[in-house]
């Protein structure tokens, strides 16, 4: 089993509209979690952290949800800016690594 | 304050040839990476340094080796080239030794291996 998983996608989704999308992974000692987001042929960026309780930022929800071993990413009202991929991001207790998925690529259509 | 930056942009190497990329922070970061992004394989770790004067194994490091010359500059060296190489590399760096909090990216080397 991967690491981190991702469904690549693509989602299409109207410019106002609400995405939202799921990553899983496998180690239950992880114990960071970020989103990630890359433009089309550019570096991946951090989009955000993701804390136990939740967290926003603006238009952006991240969740975390330890007992299914998922994070989720909510994106509402959709811009065309918004059209990127998002990197779920996972780091596990003593290690010095992060694990990344392939991406969920979200194409916001006008 | 450039951030991490990367030479060259661009290459396209011949089968067998070496080559060395280079890689520098102007954050006074501890931690430095190289990953590498292919086509539905996301990005995996070739090599880390976790601080100054250390280097250690990522997933992917076979083929690969790597200095790090001062707090500033990590270098990927690939020895003997191979289409297998091809791909976009990429070095990032982050504060802390434990790399749990933000890894800053440099724009990219796109390598093609012929």
């Known amino acids: 089993r991967k690491e981190v998983e991702q469904d690549p996608g693509p989602f299409n989704v109207p410019e106002g509209a609400t995405v939202a999308f799921n990553c899983t992974y496998s180690n239950s000692a992880s114990q960071s979690f970020f989103w990630y987001r890359q433009d089309c042929r550019k570096e991946p960026k951090l989009l955000m952290s993701v804390y136990s309780s939740g967290n926003e930022d603006g238009r952006f929800t991240a969740q975390l949800n330890r007992a299914s071993q998922y994070i989720s990413l909510l994106i509402r009202d959709s811009k065309l800016s918004d059209s990127a991929t998002y990197l779920c991001v996972v780091k596990a207790t003593g290690n010095n690594r992060l694990a990344f998925g392939k991406g969920n690529q979200v194409v916001v259509i006008p | 304050n450039a951030g991490v930056t990367q030479t060259p942009k661009f290459q396209v190497l011949k089968t067998g040839q070496s080559m060395t990329l280079q890689c520098a922070q102007d954050?006074?970061?501890?931690?430095m990476y190289w990953y590498r992004q292919d086509p539905g394989m996301g990005l995996r770790l070739i090599y880390y340094s976790a601080s100054e004067g250390t280097t250690d194994k990522g997933e992917v490091p076979n083929g690969y080796n790597v200095s790090r010359l001062n707090k500033r500059e990590f270098s990927l060296r690939l020895e003997s080239a191979a289409p297998s190489q091809t791909s976009v590399y990429f070095c990032?760096?982050?504060?802390?030794?434990?790399?749990?909090?933000?890894?800053?990216f440099g724009p990219g080397t796109r390598l093609t291996v012929l």
């Open positions: 990032a760096s982050s504060p802390r030794t434990s790399g749990a909090n933000e890894q800053f």
């Open positions: 954050m006074n970061h501890n931690s």
